[in-house]
């Protein structure tokens, strides 16, 4: 079998819902942004501040493509993994890929308790938000097998129904 691939932007719930869905599977659960701290040794503010947002993505780039070629994983990506057309075909080739769906509104709330993003870093991180799902969503849809809604929905609700409509997939 190949992985279950979780998309969408910060705040959908990625982390929270890839670690339910990996238990109710019984597979194991890997993030890629932990993983990429776990690698550097540094968290990702860290990597932001030293090596810029590039410098980011290149260490991104390497963590997706190797993990999308495992078997068997549930694996969480990060907001902006999805930026990259080698990723978004790693993406693709590595799963069934879920976009896990929110509001802009619904991801204010989300994150605004968390310092650990440093995209939001800013006077007005409600504009970043919404700058950044004009710009990801088309492309969240296009890696997509399927689109899932999370807003209102408690993350063991939203876990079913990926449960669900995975069965529901036919083979591609
Ligand atoms: N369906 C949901 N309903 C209510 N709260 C949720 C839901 N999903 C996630 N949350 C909460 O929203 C916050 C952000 O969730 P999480 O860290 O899983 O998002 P993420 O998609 O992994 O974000 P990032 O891309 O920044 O890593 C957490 O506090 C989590 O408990
Ligand atoms: O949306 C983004 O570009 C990001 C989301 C997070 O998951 C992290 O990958 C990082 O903070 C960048
Ligand atoms: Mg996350």
């Known amino acids: 079998m ?12 990625k982390s929270t819902i890839g670690r339910l869905l990996a238990k109710e599977l019984r597979l194991p659960f890997k993030d890629s942004d932990k993983e ?7 968290d990702i503010p860290w990597i932001f501040d030293v090596e810029g947002e590039q410098g980011f993505r290149e260490r991104e780039q390497a963590v997706i493509a190797e ?7 549930v694996l969480a990506t990060g907001g902006g993994a999805v930026m990259r057309p080698e990723n978004r075909q790693a993406l693709h080739a590595g799963g069934r890929v879920v976009y896990l769906h929110t509001s802009v ?9 968390d310092r650990n993003r440093p995209l939001l870093r800013t006077a007005n991180p409600a504009q970043v938000l919404r700058d950044l799902m004009a710009v990801r969503d088309p492309l969240y849809r296009e890696v997509a097998d399927i689109v899932i809604e999370t807003d209102e929905r408690p993350p063991r609700m939203v876990v079913q129904e990926i449960l669900a409509r995975l069965e529901d997939l036919s083979p591609r």
Request: glycine share 14%; net charge neutral; aromatic share 0%.
């Open 105 to 113: 509104e619904q991801q204010i709330d989300r994150t605004s308790r």
């Open 67 to 73: 993990l999308s070629m495992q078997d068997g994983l």
């Open 36 to 42: 990429i701290e776990q690698r550097t040794g540094a």
């Open 2 to 13: 190949r992985n279950v691939i979780l998309v969408g932007p910060m705040g959908a719930g």
